[in-house]
């Protein structure tokens, strides 16, 4: 990929949080922009973050592999992720989960829908273990949900994505 | 909703003044007062003295004396850094988020005033990726209203102090809420921990002398600066002076943060701010310190919630962050829950965390499956004994009291899933292939 003016000018600001001689700190910040595309890093992407700091593309392996927000195989538009950690799964996070894949006609451990819209996958904390059941869809919070509201929600992100073209 | 333990709230201050994320009206309620008395009539020794003397102990989980850790920066060392841990990953815990989301400035303030006791110019903030959406929006809206206001950049109110903060992401990785590991992270490496010495004091952020504290601590400072010592020792305990966060979730009625004088009884915490069990079960375990903490008995409800009553009763403070198992639920299957987060999470770096987390996963499993022996509860013993104080960091050790407290007290059910049946009939070669 090459990156677009916007992106250009995103990456400039996030260099100058960092000593000058200190780029590789923009690593993580450098991969979320890259990302934020298509929701996955191609070897495009990979090696267009390499060459903006000057490193090299085995180290952002590396770090895309370490870090689990990270990923280097396709995926939805919208990433589904549903905490099942001890706190959620004590107010029926689990069941939960299941119900969601059901309900997005996917297989128990989820995965992603035919449509390439949505990705579901269970993870663990996310800081929200009082609002459980809960999710982050593309990093927002979703919270104290019902099956009800996981329906409206993801009606109103079909609607986005058939409105923006997708 | 009101706390009958707190007239007001000293750090969820939101919960008495609408809107005080707003500059606006974080000004009109004594916002960055305390900066400017700090900055105005304090020298940062005076700074590093009225938080050593409040007594005020890291939030983050460590309880280690802030000022104290203060203390520890060389003076003539430069750059310095301050760096806040804000990657609250631990499960169970969600306070420093509703800090951030609802309260920014009096943290904000915290961390300047911070920066200014240290003599470091520049600050970051390092939140879980998952914050993405706080550090996107609230978080940063709130550091560009305070630079518009003059808090932040150059010759704040007027005097030689200048300061610069900025947040950073990291990417989902619990390791990176060990200090070292977040340092490295924020270099732009893998989130691993660095062996102790050199301690981050003295060679931290780029091996330059830095300061790591978490949201909640900081948050603790503004008041303290504005009001002073006694003011703040006039909440807590002797020892554990001060109120606290504390996050309340599992099997109870209405969960959530609620804050609390140091010293209130779990009881308390439970009972009236949380409602109680839900359909009026019996509280089976405590754990006080999310995920990485013990399992406290029920017998030990009446607990006062300060450091040193904590561990006397065999638990922690930590945190604060109290998930609550009833009468229904499954030791093993809580244990275990556990057990595979720190696999999940587990870095990589040393062999007692990397193996011993997964060797527990496989233990567990085998066990809830049906295909546990006698031997299989013992291995579990064996297992942690060899992590035990063998692990590089403490995250890795965190994985130790759960289990063990979950085998003191809950032994029988353990057992109950073992099978004498299985030592004999089982194909051991195959169940190898499957568990381990």
């Known amino acids: 990929m090459g990156w677009t003016e916007k992106e250009q000018q995103d990456l400039e600001k996030i260099l100058k949080k960092y000593p000058a001689d200190r780029k590789l700190s923009a690593v993580l910040p450098a991969l979320y922009l890259a990302q934020r595309e298509k929701n996955w890093l191609d070897d495009d992407d990979i090696e267009a973050v ?62 992603t829908t035919e ?52 | 909703m009101a706390n009958p333990l707190l007239k007001e709230h000293v750090l969820l201050r939101h919960r008495d003044i609408e809107d005080i994320h707003k500059i606006d009206v974080y000004l009109a309620h004594d916002g960055y007062r305390a900066l400017e008395k700090g900055l105005k009539e304090m020298t940062p ?17 460590a309880g ?82 305070a630079y518009e206001k003059g808090f932040l950049g150059k010759n704040i109110f007027d005097t030689d102090f200048s300061c610069d903060m900025y947040l950073h992401l990291g990417a989902g990785a619990y390791i990176c809420g060990e200090e070292t590991a977040l340092l490295n992270s924020l270099e732009g490496l893998m989130g691993q921990p660095r062996s102790r010495p050199p301690f981050p004091a003295v060679a931290g952020l780029y091996a330059k002398p830095t300061v790591v504290n978490n949201v909640e601590t900081l948050a603790n400072v503004t008041p303290i600066v504005l009001h002073g010592a006694d003011w703040y020792r006039q909440f807590g305990t002797e020892k554990s002076p001060g109120t606290k ?22 009881r308390y915490l439970i009972e009236e701010l949380g409602g109680g069990i839900i359909d009026g079960k019996a509280v089976k375990a405590i754990l006080p310190a999310g995920a990485s903490s013990s399992n406290m008995g029920a017998d030990k409800i009446d607990t006062p919630m300060d450091y040193e009553s904590m561990a006397a009763a065999g638990g922690m403070l930590g945190s604060a962050s109290f998930i609550i198992l009833d009468e229904t639920i499954n030791a093993v299957w809580a244990a275990e829950k556990n057990v595979k987060f720190f696999k999940h999470e587990s870095c990589g770096k040393c062999s007692p965390c990397r193996e ?64 004498e049946e299985n030592e004999v009939d089982q194909p051991q070669k195959d169940l190898i292939h499957t568990f381990f």
């Open chain 2, 356 to 419: 011993g987390t997964f060797w527990l996963t496989s233990v567990y499993r085998k066990l809830r499956e049906g295909y546990g022996t006698k031997q299989d509860v013992e291995l579990i013993e064996t297992i942690i004994n060899q992590m035990e104080g063998n692990c590089f960091c403490l995250l890795g050790e965190f994985v130790v009291p759960g289990v063990r407290t979950s085998l003191e007290l809950f032994r029988n059910e353990y057992e109950s899933l073992a099978s």
């Open chain 2, 64 to 145: 280690f004396p802030t000022g104290v850790k203060w203390g520890f920066i060389p003076k003539n060392l430069n750059p310095k850094y301050v760096v806040v841990n804000a990657d609250e990953s631990e499960p169970g815990t969600f306070k420093d988020r509703e800090i951030m989301e609802s309260n920014p400035h009096q943290f904000i303030e915290g961390v300047i005033l911070c920066a200014y006791a240290v003599g470091a110019e520049t600050c970051y903030i390092y939140g879980r990726g998952e914050f993405w959406t706080l550090f996107h929006g609230r978080m940063q809206e709130a550091i560009d209203e």
């Open chain 1, 50 to 111: 390499a060459e903006a700091l000057g490193i090299e593309t085995t180290h952002v392996h590396s770090i895309i592999g370490f870090y689990t927000l990270f990923r280097k195989e396709p995926v939805g538009k919208y990433m589904m992720e549903v905490c099942t950690d001890l706190p959620c799964a004590l107010r029926g996070a689990e069941d939960f989960f299941k119900r969601l894949c059901e309900r997005m006609g996917l297989g128990p451990k989820g995965g």
């Open chain 1, 115 to 166: 449509d390439n819209l949505f990705t579901v996958e269970e993870v663990v904390c996310i800081a929200a273990c009082d609002k459980a059941p809960c999710m982050q869809i593309n990093l927002e919070f979703f919270e104290s949900l019902t099956d009800e509201q996981i329906d409206e929600v993801v009606a109103g992100l079909r609607a986005q994505a058939s409105n923006n073209g997708a």
């Open chain 2, 245 to 266: 966060i504390c996050s309340l979730s599992g099997r109870v009625n209405r969960p959530g943060n609620y804050e609390v004088p140091l010293g209130t009884p779990i």
């Open chain 2, 45 to 61: 020794d005076d700074v590093t003295n009225v938080v050593k003397a409040s007594g005020l102990r890291g939030r983050g989980g």
